[in-house]
């Protein structure tokens, strides 16, 4: 019988791996898997500067075992990042093509978020060129996986800064309003809020009501809570935490408010462990998936085991947050 794995398989003999959109803690370990992963496998690897803009502008780097020698620790990616606009136009696409040929790259692992697999299923459909997914996101915002890569090392560094800031507000009775990032998504301020015991989430997912909000702080003051931490999606409906403090102080003069945006510090720092396995189990994963002739699809891990789950159903599907945490967050913030 003829074996169509194996021929898939002697079809491809170099990959190139590319970081785009956001950065994200964990995107070193997993570019260290893919890369060791293919040269054991007798894969010839490029790297593939700047994402896809790299591509289009031949900033290439040849990738050994050493290349990727103590990475495993370091934040950011040393491939860098960026989010092209000309790999959108067909023109940038068609000389990313020409120049990736001239090298002889057959197949891609590309981690990223929505925009790079979007980006990757085109160049796929335009050139034939194969392509796998890792979700390399602080946001956790794709379906086809529980966890995307950076998301746990960012909520750890958001709920060691809440903890510093609770202190203070505990000194001084004052409220914080604390704004995280996550885009469109509530996962990252869910976690932090939930984990920091904030006394109040704003989501995105959720309707925000700032005269719930206020009638909530005031029962936690008749219940002698005496500072207090609301922490705020970026992408809450009701706007940012600058918003949410200027129509509480109209609302309720009476607290000493202050407003803290944790911004880019949730990007970057030294990867939690979890990141580094779930990094490096992606990454082999996208290697093998490669070699056994997938295409068009993200690695992702869910109730813990590694599954392969196509672009269109990552980027159109909604990973919500889970309604549970939300429940546990109102019942523990009481
Ligand atoms: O997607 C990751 C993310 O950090 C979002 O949480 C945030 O909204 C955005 O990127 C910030 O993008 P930039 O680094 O381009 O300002």
Known sequence: ????AAIKRTLLKHIGILTSGGDSPGMNACIRAVVRSAIASELQVTGIMRGYQGMIESDFVQMD???????????GTILKSARSKDFFSAAGRSKAFSNIQSLGIDALVVIGGDGTFRGAEEFRKEYGIRSIGVPGTIDNDLAGTDYTLGFDTAINTAVDSIDKIRDTANSHDRLFFVEVMGRHSGHIALSVGLASGAESILLPETVTDVNALVASLRSGGNRNKSSNIVVVSEGDEAGGAFKMA?????????????????????RGGAPSAFDRILGTRLGVAAVEGL?????????GLI??????????????ASHAPDPELIRLAYLTSI
Do not use: W
Request: net charge positive.
């Open 303 to 316: 109730n813990n085991q590694v599954v392969f789950t196509p672009y269109a159903t990552c980027v159109s």
């Open 291 to 299: 070699i056994s002739g997938k295409s068009d699809v993200m690695a």
């Open 1 to 4: 019988m003829v074996n169509l």
């Open 65 to 75: 075992g050493r290349s990727v020698s103590n990475i495993v620790q370091r934040g």
């Open 246 to 266: 200027e129509e509480v102080r109209k609302l309720a003069p009476e607290y000493d408010t202050r407003v803290t945006v944790l911004g880019h510090i949730q």
